[in-house]
Each structure stands twice: as structure tokens, then as C-alpha cells.
């Protein structure tokens, strides 16, 4: 059964660059062709947003809501995927959670979830 | 974007009773939409997915119905462990995903 784990350093300041990594346990994501690996948060007091999700390739999907400070990348020899967040402000603050969800079209729920990092944006 | 909402927020219920909870979709989603449990400090743990069908190893006192626009979770005979955050999302017009806010339900 596949697991998953996030890591990042807790607390980051303004205008810095936030890095969080994803683990993955329990399959190889090389042989995942059937997932998209995902990166999802919560503010404070507000709910669920979806950041981007990425292939095993490298190929990825962004919220373009968020214009443009994301990018999420992937390291199948180490089984893991990761979040980087440029200038960082306030309104990062969060819980950010990984997850995978099915590359099948009308299969794309998500089936697997980490139990989040929190983020503080904090001088 | 297809906007998720969700009602109530906060569902108070007696251990053994029904609690129905209820998401909306800003434009039809079809079938495409799933629902969540998410307990504070654990993962979130899929429940339903294609609406209606439900997920390995989710006990049958969990069910869900709707189409298009309007959506409900039902939950039966309520025990203290169902006492939870419940979030709905949407597959079928993405990117982006997108998730309801959640109703937190209660246990007296």
C-alpha cells in the first residue's frame, strides 16, 4: 500500500524560496504510469486548494490561479516529488499536503494522502 | 472554475442517528465528484468516488447520491469515530481541482 510523507523546514521567511519534498513508500514511482502525484494546501481558517500535479515523465499541471510562484518537480530514483514556492508572503501559510490521484480520465480522484506539513511564514 | 460548496458547516449528531450532508457544484460535474473524511493530524481518507461508488475497505453506513450539481453523503448509524471533517471535490473540469470547505460533524 503506498504511503506518503511530506517534509519541509516548519517556518520560512518573507521573500524567501519555500522547499517541501514528498516521500513515496510502498510502490516505485517510475512504475506508476497510472498517477499523477499532487500538491494540495490549506490556509488558516479556509479550505482545500489544489497547487499543481505532476507525472512521472516531469510532465505537470498548475493552478494558474496562483500565477506562476509553483513548481513542482519529481525524482523517481528517489521516489520522491517536491514543492517549491517562490517569495514567499502571509498568505502562504498553510497546511500542505501531498497526494496522487489517477492519470485516467474520469479516474482522477485522490486515492492517497499525506498527513500535511505546516507551513509558517514568519522573519 | 467550478466552485464547490458545502452545508452545512457544522453538523451536531446523537451517536446511532442518520447524518446527511450536502455539496454543491457551481456547473455540472456530472459524476465526477468524491468525498473526503479528514481527521485533525491524519491524512485524508477518500470515501466516495464516481458520486456513488465507495472506496476499498469504506463501511456500507457511508453512501453517496447525486448528479450534476447537487450532491449528498449519507452517513448511518453514527459512531464516535465518525467524528470528522467531510469534503467534497470535483474531477470532472480540471485544472484546476477544486474542493468544497468541508462539514465538520459532531458527535453529542
Known amino acids: 500500500q503506498v504511503q506518503l510523507q511530506e517534509s519541509g523546514p516548519g517556518v520560512v521567511k518573507p521573500w524567501e524560496t519555500l522547499s517541501l519534498t514528498c516521500n513515496v513508500s510502498g510502490d516505485s514511482m517510475s512504475n506508476g504510469r497510472n498517477y499523477f502525484w499532487a500538491w494540495i494546501r490549506q490556509p488558516p481558517g479556509k479550505g482545500l486548494e489544489w497547487i499543481g500535479s505532476?507525472?512521472?515523465?516531469?510532465?505537470?499541471y498548475y493552478n494558474l490561479s496562483l500565477r506562476g510562484r509553483f513548481t513542482i518537480s519529481v525524482d523517481t530514483s528517489t521516489n520522491q516529488f517536491s514543492l517549491k514556492v517562490n517569495s514567499v508572503t502571509a498568505s502562504d501559510a498553510a497546511v500542505y499536503y501531498c497526494?496522487?490521484?489517477?492519470?485516467?480520465?474520469?479516474?482522477?480522484?485522490?486515492?492517497?494522502w499525506g498527513q500535511g506539513t505546516l507551513v509558517t511564514v514568519s522573519s | 472554475e467550478v466552485v464547490m460548496t458545502q452545508s452545512p458547516a457544522t453538523l451536531s449528531v446523537s451517536p446511532g442517528e442518520r447524518a446527511t450532508l450536502s455539496c454543491r457544484a457551481s456547473q455540472s460535474v456530472g459524476n465526477k465528484l468524491a468525498w473526503y473524511q479528514h481527521k485533525p493530524g491524519q491524512a485524508p481518507r477518500l470515501l466516495i468516488y464516481g458520486a456513488s461508488t465507495r472506496a476499498t475497505g469504506i463501511p456500507d453506513r457511508f453512501s453517496g447520491s447525486g448528479s450534476g450539481t447537487e450532491f449528498s453523503l449519507t452517513i448511518t448509524s453514527l459512531r464516535s469515530e465518525d467524528s470528522a471533517l467531510y469534503f467534497c471535490q470535483q474531477y470532472e473540469n480540471w485544472p484546476p481541482f477544486t474542493f468544497a470547505p468541508g462539514t465538520k460533524v459532531e458527535i453529542k
Open positions: 505532476i507525472y512521472f515523465t516531469g510532465s505537470t
Open positions: 497526494a496522487r490521484h489517477s492519470a485516467h480520465i474520469n479516474l482522477d480522484w485522490f486515492d492517497t
